[in-house]
């Protein structure tokens, strides 16, 4: 302990008494909770039990680790002391700049956890800050918690942040460059103005709509149900590319007094124009350059144009039938959120139900279908409903006629129908089914703006009927009136 003491504390050079109050090792970190943390434990040599922070969880790994080691090999642990005391040298390094500083790191750190873009950032934006430091790191460490709570995070947070800049300088390259490199050009330019945190904390307003559901304060759309309802289905999107236009499109007009209506439409044109071109050819690059295009166009107007290419619908018609495994939950939620019984969202934890169970089936004898054919069309969309996970559990493999009573219970309104207007289910339900869920989704695409690659003024945000009105059309309907 005398032979250490020195190098952490500072030491009466005539006493040789050591000072714990004033230590010699210092963090200057950014973080002010982790240089808390790491004095209190040079100080102390004690840590909360329950700290959670990289600081305390190395130093009680280490405790622990050299307490069994003591127990168990003593004399090979007084050799291990004099060891570390006469070998081992602590080597400052310094350097010269903050860039030197993070390519030293980066090297002597080659096979340890590498920084993230998000890191370099905040170094960047912290030195960039100047007498604002305090508030800068007291702001981000509050960003970073909300944006954790949210499912984001900081570096997802500066990749959509690169989109709407990139929108602002009118880049509709479909090469995505590289996060770090597009930010450090023109030494990190793009990080020095005072809008940063404001940016992503506006981005992440979305977020806690889309993914916590919270109502953000002074912005009713927060609270609209249809909006709350296009956001849960643009959700399961099967890439990113939804996000980029999404928060562009709010971070632009979210402060206009009819951006509730217009930010409805906009949603659904988009879910529109998405999933119908996914649908026929799933692959992002089917729509990069349109959604690049996209984000451009909505900083000029609240009406953008949607540059994209006509889809054929008896094309979209044939392969909703038959989706994409990847759309398959995009396109139940829009089915269920048609129903006019469907208040709110669906719930958090819910599943893809197969109304006729494809265990099944073997049991049963299809003369007319092939067995690859009848494998098929259980795959089919007419097949499928979103069923509450406990509930799906409790139903298994079994037929319709026991699972419908467990339908009827179900806080899905699709669901719940499903099983009260049904006594059976065979192939010919699948394909009457098919051609209703199929014909229902494209009459929502065309009515949300489907194959209307203009401005969006003409597009309908239509009010959802009441359940009265929708038992009347459905009336209508049977009787051929309609």
């Known amino acids: 302990m005398n032979r250490i003491a020195p190098t952490l504390w500072r030491t009466d050079q005539i006493t040789g008494e050591t000072d714990r109050s004033s230590t010699?090792?210092?963090?200057?970190?950014?973080?002010?909770?982790?240089?808390?943390?790491?004095?209190?434990?040079?100080?102390?040599?004690?840590?909360?039990?329950?700290?959670?922070?990289?600081?305390?969880?190395?130093y009680r790994l280490l405790e622990k680790r050299i307490n069994d080691y003591a127990a168990e090999e003593s004399l090979n642990f007084h050799l291990l002391i004099a060891r570390l005391l006469d070998n081992v040298i602590v080597l400052p390094i310094k350097a010269d700049s903050q860039d030197t500083a993070l390519m030293i790191f980066n090297t002597l750190n080659d096979r340890g956890l590498s920084l993230s873009d998000a890191d370099i950032f905040k170094a960047k934006m912290y030195k960039y800050a100047g007498d604002g430091r305090e508030e800068f790191v007291q702001a981000w460490q509050d960003l970073s918690a909300h944006a954790e709570h949210a499912g984001q995070s900081m570096q997802a947070l500066f990749y959509q942040y690169m989109f709407v800049l990139r929108a602002e300088e009118n880049d509709r390259k479909t090469t995505t460059p590289g996060l770090r490199k597009w930010f450090s050009e023109k030494e990190f330019q793009?990080?020095?103005?005072?809008?940063?945190?404001?940016?992503?904390?506006?981005?992440?307003?979305?977020?806690?709509?889309?993914?916590?559901?919270?109502?953000?304060?002074?912005?009713?759309?927060?609270?609209?149900?249809?909006?709350?309802?296009?956001?849960?289905?643009?959700?399961?999107?099967?890439?990113?590319?939804?996000?980029?236009?999404?928060?562009?499109?709010?971070?632009?007009?979210h402060d206009e007094g009819d951006f509730a209506v217009r930010f409805l439409a906009f949603l659904r044109h988009l879910t529109a124009a998405l999933v119908s071109r996914f649908a026929i050819s799933p692959s992002v690059n089917s729509v990069k350059q349109q959604v690049l295009n996209l984000d451009a166009e909505i900083l000029k107007s609240k009406e953008p144009?949607?540059?994209?290419?006509?889809?054929?619908?008896?094309?979209?018609?044939?392969?909703?039938?038959?989706?994409?495994?990847?759309?398959?939950?995009?396109l139940l939620k829009v089915i269920a959120y048609h129903d006019p019984e469907q208040r709110g969202l669906l719930p958090e934890h819910w599943e893809i139900e197969?109304?006729?169970?494809?265990?099944?089936?073997?049991?049963?004898?299809?003369?007319?279908?092939?067995?690859?054919?009848?494998?098929?069309k259980l795959e089919h969309l007419g097949n499928k409903v979103p069923f509450e996970k406990n509930l799906n559990i409790r139903a298994s493999n079994s037929y319709f006629s026991r699972k419908s009573k467990l339908y009827k219970q179900s806080g899905i309104a699709v669901t719940r129908r499903l099983g009260a207007e049904h006594s059976d289910w065979n192939l010919e339900d699948i394909d009457t089914r098919d051609v209703r869920v199929t014909d229902l989704i494209l009459s929502e695409f065309e009515a949300w703006g489907l194959n209307r690659n203009g401005d969006q003024s003409n597009i309908l945000v239509r009010p959802r009927p009441t359940a009265e009105q929708a038992e009347q059309i459905r009336q209508l309907k049977e009787l051929g009136l309609i």
């Open 354 to 376: 197969h109304i006729f169970p494809p265990q099944k089936w073997d049991d049963m004898k299809f003369p007319s279908l092939s067995n690859d054919e009848v494998k098929a």
């Open 24 to 58: 010699l090792i210092e963090s200057r970190a950014i973080d002010d909770d982790a240089n808390a943390t790491l004095k209190m434990i040079l100080e102390t040599g004690e840590t909360d039990p329950n700290a959670k922070d990289p600081y305390s969880l190395n």
């Open 190 to 253: 793009r990080l020095r103005s005072g809008r940063v945190l404001e940016d992503l904390g506006r981005i992440l307003n979305v977020w806690k709509v889309a993914v916590n559901h919270e109502s953000i304060e002074g912005e009713p759309w927060s609270d609209d149900e249809a909006i709350r309802q296009a956001l849960d289905i643009l959700m399961d999107y099967p890439n990113e590319f939804w996000k980029y236009p999404t928060v562009i499109y709010y971070l632009k007009h």
């Open 305 to 330: 144009r949607f540059d994209f290419k006509d889809v054929d619908t008896e094309e979209l018609a044939s392969k909703l039938r038959e989706p994409h495994y990847r759309l398959v939950r995009m």
